[in-house]
């Protein structure tokens, strides 16, 4: 989903996340629905808002741990891969709020594309990474794009380079 500045990107993925209203519709996934079945609604969609401030105590190991215990489908083994290629080893120690923009966002993205989820939710993903890290994830999403039981939603200016897309929503500039 591509639109400029204040175009509603962030609001249609908390809107899909659940996390904000929308009078009049119903969202569900497989056989949940969110105003029937939130917590399962909920199990089944990845979505970590990269302004929040809400972990910033936790420390980084911690954060994963408790993700992992969210999501039935959690792959312990991405997240190795992906923190390894991120370069977080030597911040699973440290709390949230130590970590720099683009490294946090790194952890997001890390418990995002490990998670399982049936739907992933991705805003700005590339926003403050670095070239290397952009690579990394720009690789997961061109391999991802063909996995059958999962969907990934990703809001940002442009569409990402080289990523096959199912479909693309425009919301203007």
């Not at 909920?42 to 990269?50: H, I, K, L, S, Y």
Request: charged share 20%.
């Amino acid at each position: 989903m591509g639109g400029g500045e204040g175009r509603g990107k962030t609001s249609l993925l908390r809107i899909l996340a659940g996390e904000l209203a929308c009078p009049q519709s119903e969202l569900r996934i497989a056989d949940s629905t969110l105003s029937a079945q939130p917590a399962a609604y909920r199990q089944q969609v990845a979505w970590f808002d990269p302004h929040t401030a809400a972990f910033d105590q936790v420390m980084v190991q911690d954060f994963f741990n408790t993700t992992a215990n969210r999501f039935p489908r959690w792959d312990g083994l991405l997240l190795a891969r992906l923190t390894h290629a991120l370069g977080l080893e030597s911040h699973q120690h440290k709390p949230l709020y130590m970590l720099s923009t683009g490294t946090k966002r790194k952890v997001w993205l890390c418990a995002a594309l490990a998670s399982g989820a049936a739907i992933t939710l991705l805003d700005e993903p590339f926003a403050a990474l670095d070239k290397a890290s952009i690579g990394c994830v720009l690789d997961f999403l061109t391999e991802a794009a063909s996995h059958p039981a999962r969907a990934w939603v990703v809001a940002d200016y442009q569409a990402p380079a080289g990523v096959p897309l199912a479909h693309r929503l425009d919301l203007g500039d």
